[in-house]
């Protein structure tokens, strides 16, 4: 079993930047893909980001040149640093961590970004 907690949201303005953190127990981090989802009220959850280990990171086309993934298998933790943030990218961020296969599929409990001036 695998528990995800995010941290780091907050309210930013436009053009400003946050760092989201993810810390995952149990023994399975490393041979997880681990990544960052996002749902804005009324709109699907997408994938915004993920990055498996020994592998490129991948990003969604609305964020590429602005957020960076990156992990740290020894900590157990994963990262989102995310600049010059947009009103448009407001919406709970969410932490998962899934097996090659999609059977082990773990989420976190959402952490929120709100973009405003």
């Known amino acids: 079993q695998v528990q995800l907690v995010e941290s780091g949201g907050g309210l930013v303005q436009p053009g400003g930047s946050l760092r989201l953190s993810c810390v995952a127990s149990g023994s399975l981090f490393s041979s997880l893909t681990m990544g960052w989802h996002r749902q804005a009220p009324g709109i699907q959850r997408e994938l915004v980001a993920t990055?498996?280990?020994?592998?490129?990171?991948n990003y969604a086309d609305s964020v590429k040149g602005r957020f960076t993934i990156s992990r740290d298998n020894a900590k157990k933790m994963v990262y989102l640093q995310m600049n010059n943030l947009k009103p448009e990218d407001t919406a709970v961020y969410y932490c998962n961590g899934r097996s090659r296969t999609g059977v082990l599929d773990y989420w976190g409990q959402g952490t929120q970004v709100t973009v405003s001036s």
């Open positions: 990055i498996s280990s020994g592998a490129g990171p």
